[in-house]
T-cell receptor, first 115, second 116 residues
């Protein structure tokens, strides 16, 4: 397994446009997380999936944000009508709920710049 | 809500020497995990070391060890024999199985510089 992958790695968009990011977790991991990291800060939790079910969403996730995980495999995070404040690194992580595996493995992130 | 505080925005160490990064946390839960993650410049975050709250013994991983003081809610990371490759942002993080998601709560990070 090659680990968690994210695409694209970088995205530059104009304010008001929609963007979509993709995360492919480690294949046997049933849990998937999205975090947002702004410059000089630690990552902040956005949302969590167990299999295909979205079980928790942060208050940071405004109505312009939506995430899906069809069939419990890859996940997408869409931001509609982007704002300059959405500029950040978007990180995806996955883990397994079996046994005592609670470690989250992170992808390289998608850096979003809204101009 | 749980919070994680890293009071040292930046630290530096000479190669081959030892450095300790500080972390405190606040929680009312009894069952939780603590982690140190390393984020090198422009590279992805990787787990350095983890500690289960119910374990009294401090975790160690090669040159990395922690000092877990549960009563004081303190979780520091000691890096021995520092190497140039240790230079990175280090994040302390907390998670708890209560609530189901085990989402990570991160501190703001400490930037570690290793001087040759």
């Amino acid at each position: 397994d090659t680990g968690v992958s994210q695409n694209p790695r970088h995205k530059i968009t104009k304010r008001g446009q929609n963007v979509t990011f993709r995360c492919d977790p480690i294949s046997e991991h049933n849990r998937l997380y999205w975090y947002r990291q702004t410059l000089g800060q630690g990552p902040e939790f956005l949302t969590y999936f167990q299999n295909e079910a979205q079980l928790e969403k942060s208050r940071l996730l405004s109505d312009r944000f939506s995430a899906e995980r069809p069939k419990g495999s890859f996940s997408t995070l869409e931001i509609q009508r982007t704002e300059q404040g959405d500029s950040a690194m978007y990180l995806c992580a996955s883990s397994s709920s079996s046994g005592q595996s609670y470690e989250q493995y992170f992808g390289p992130g998608t850096r979003l710049t809204v101009t | 809500a749980q919070t994680v505080t890293q009071s040292q925005p930046e630290m530096s160490v000479q190669e081959a020497e030892t450095v300790t990064l500080s972390c405190t946390y606040d929680t009312s839960e009894s069952d939780y995990y603590l982690f140190w993650y390393k984020q090198p410049p422009s590279r992805q975050m990787i787990l350095v070391i983890r500690q289960e709250a119910y374990k009294q013994q401090n975790a160690t991983e090669n040159r990395f060890s922690v000092n877990f003081q549960k009563a004081a809610k303190s979780f520091s990371l000691k890096i021995s024999d520092s190497q140039l490759g240790d230079a990175a942002m280090y994040f302390c993080a907390y998670s708890s199985p209560q609530g189901g998601s085990e989402k990570l709560v991160f501190g703001k990070g400490t930037k570690l510089t290793v001087n040759p």
